[in-house]
């Protein structure tokens, strides 16, 4: 009989040889297909179908290999030519895979949604309700849930995706570089798909998506979307990004719209300000007070007293002060204490404002309703909280500590 270590070597040698068979068997890609055989997409629009030919109009922006190349190392293309370095193509379907083959017929190429960097939804489609595309979309194994989501106000989604915009020269590259620091932006939201879809299954929690325009397109409240000179003695074409498109019910609805003023209280109340700037004044002489690097955080308490419902919204801000209507040139300690209440005034007054439309329009972005749910579950079997959300009272306070007082002072 063999020695009981040598029938242990051989039986380690036989599986280190299965291992290496079954490595080298299952080695390489399966599902492989060249990128030359590919068209990649990556931006997507859905917008309301043209009656008689489905529900759905999906356009997608698909970028042009060549043309990109050519811009890059100054070879010929299409964007070295002068063109922009992608096409757009719609097709339209009764469900959002019906239109996605029908766009398949008219690409030569396999049609690729692995790199969609944003997804427009048309006005038109949101105001009948965007729950049912937006479940497709969701579980479509291929499309990238990272995507930023969005709405066009007073456009289709196409219009704003076949923009040219530089630098990135397609829409979709810059609103993707848009809603990156969004956290930089005091006048937007940032929502990915994904987040949009799993929160617009949460009871007591309504959506909000960011809009869109098309540039030259005035806005409510006095913000304008207009172009601006840019390079050559051009107008610049990328799209504008601002306010907030509110939805509620279970079809998720689009029933109102925020201002770039509303959006900035909105983040407010969400406790989400970051980097944002608020002027204070103007004196009679025209002079202002002004905070810098404003950062905004939130605490919301539920009370229930009597089987009533209220709420409380405390937002605690930080800042430094940027510029003081004063007569010397030291910030005076004055200055920084009336400086500090005029911004917690102006907080809390523009705070008021966004709730106030909040409940207006019935739509509970702030998730107030979620928090009835989870903390008084008994009493939430009890309410209808649509109906009750635009009555229920809720107090807002804000304090404002600034930091610093100036390099100066």
């Keep these: 009989m063999r020695p009981r270590s040598a029938r242990r070597s051989r039986k380690r040698t036989a599986l280190v040889i299965l291992c290496l068979v079954l490595v080298l068997s299952t080695s390489g890609c399966w599902d492989y297909h060249p990128v030359t055989t590919r068209a990649l997409v990556v931006g997507m629009a859905v917008d309301k179908g043209e009656t008689g030919q489905g529900r759905y109009e999906v356009t997608l922006q698909i970028v042009i290999p060549q043309a990109i190349k050519g811009a890059a190392g100054g070879g010929a293309g299409g964007a070295a030519a002068g063109g922009p370095p992608f096409y757009i193509t ?18 030569g190429r396999q049609i690729f949604l692995g790199h ?91 959506q909000g ?53 509303e959006t900035t209280g909105l983040l407010y109340l969400l406790g989400k300000a970051e980097h944002d700037s608020l002027r ?33 919204i405390d937002l605690m801000g930080k800042g430094r002060i940027g510029e003081v209507r004063s007569t010397t040139l030291t910030t005076t300690e004055g200055d920084f204490v009336r400086i500090q209440n005029e911004a917690a005034r102006a907080i809390e007054a523009q705070a008021r404002e966004t709730l106030r439309r909040l409940q207006e329009a019935g739509s509970d972005v702030l998730g107030l309703g979620s928090m009835v749910l989870y903390q008084r579950p008994e009493l939430w079997e009890k309410i209808d909280w649509s109906s009750l959300f635009p009555t229920v009272p809720v107090e807002v306070r804000a304090t404002v500590r600034l930091k610093r007082k100036g390099l100066i002072s």
């Design 280 to 312: 204070l004044g103007p004196s009679e002489s025209g002079e202002y007070d002004e905070v810098l690097h404003l950062v905004i955080r939130r605490k919301v308490r539920l009370i229930t007293e009597g089987g009533q419902i209220r709420f409380r």
């Design 90 to 107: 719609s097709a339209n379907g009764e469900t959002f895979l019906e239109a996605l083959k029908n766009l398949q017929t008219v690409n």
């Design 209 to 261: 998506l960011p809009t869109v325009f098309m540039p030259g397109t005035t806005t409510e409240g006095g913000a304008a979307a207009t172009t601006q000179p840019g390079g050559g003695g051009q107008d610049r074409t990328e799209p504008v990004v601002g306010g907030v498109a509110l939805l509620n019910d279970q079809a998720w609805r689009l029933v109102d719209w925020l201002s770039f003023e």
């Design 116 to 206: 969609v960097r944003v997804v427009i939804f048309g006005e038109g489609l949101a105001m009948e309700g965007l729950r049912p595309i937006v479940e497709e979309l969701a579980r479509y194994a291929e499309l990238d849930k990272a995507a930023f989501s969005m709405i066009a106000r007073g456009a289709k989604g196409k219009d704003i995706l076949a923009l040219s915009s530089p630098p990135d020269k397609m829409a979709s590259t810059s609103l993707h570089s848009t809603f990156t620091v969004a956290d930089q932006h005091p006048n937007t939201v940032r929502v990915r798909l994904a987040e949009f879809y799993i929160r617009g299954w949460e009871p007591g929690f309504d």
